[in-house]
Each structure stands twice: as structure tokens, then as C-alpha cells.
């Protein structure tokens, strides 16, 4: 079964960091793009960044966010720095085609 299993949110000061995880099962992954979302309360879910032959961030973390993968591990990271309290949300990984995960929850507190 193809899963994804998010990991490493939590609260956190304005201005502080944290490394977000997530780990795909039951297949390979390492020629697929992967990227991360959120979602807030309210809001619609929106893109931050994904890493295939690339990278892509959205504007609003671009410079502070860095993602990356480790295809050993099928694992792919967000390394979230200078958090912001706008950043609170729900954070999902996502692979086209795969369910998404139940995400983590990123708390940033003013």
C-alpha cells in the first residue's frame, strides 16, 4: 500500500526553525517529483515548494524554506527557517497520484 507519512511539525516561536519529514512507502520514488502544501484554517491549501529535476517555491517562503529528498530514505524535507505566525498550517507532502498523507500540524506563535 502507497502511503505518505508526515512528521517534525510542532509549535514554535516567530523567527524560529523547524524540519519537516515525510516519508513514502510501498513504491519508489526517487524519478517522481515530490512537493509540499498547506492548508490553514479557513483557507484553501496552497503550494509551498517542490524538488524534482528542480526546485520551485512559492513567493511567500522563497529564501527561508529549503526542500530537499534523500531517494535512499524516500524521504523528502522542508527545512522551514525565520518562521512567521502566517506560516501556521497543516503541512502535507504530495506525490501526483498518490493520496495525500494526514499532514503535520505547524504552529508559529507571534
Known amino acids: 500500500q502507497v502511503q505518505l507519512v508526515e512528521s517534525g511539525g510542532g509549535l514554535v516561536q516567530a523567527g524560529g526553525s523547524l524540519r519537516l519529514s515525510c516519508a513514502a512507502s510501498g513504491r519508489t520514488f526517487s524519478s517522481y517529483a515530490m512537493g509540499w502544501f498547506r492548508q490553514a484554517p479557513g483557507k484553501e491549501r496552497e503550494f509551498v515548494a517542490a524538488?524534482?529535476?528542480?526546485?520551485w517555491y512559492a513567493d511567500s517562503v522563497k529564501g527561508r524554506f529549503t526542500i530537499s529528498r534523500d531517494n535512499a530514505k524516500n524521504t523528502v524535507y522542508l527545512q522551514m527557517n525565520s518562521l512567521k505566525p502566517e506560516d501556521t498550517a497543516v503541512y502535507y507532502c504530495h506525490i501526483l497520484g498518490i493520496p495525500w498523507g494526514q499532514g503535520t500540524q505547524v504552529t508559529v506563535s507571534s
Open positions: 524538488i524534482g529535476d528542480s526546485t
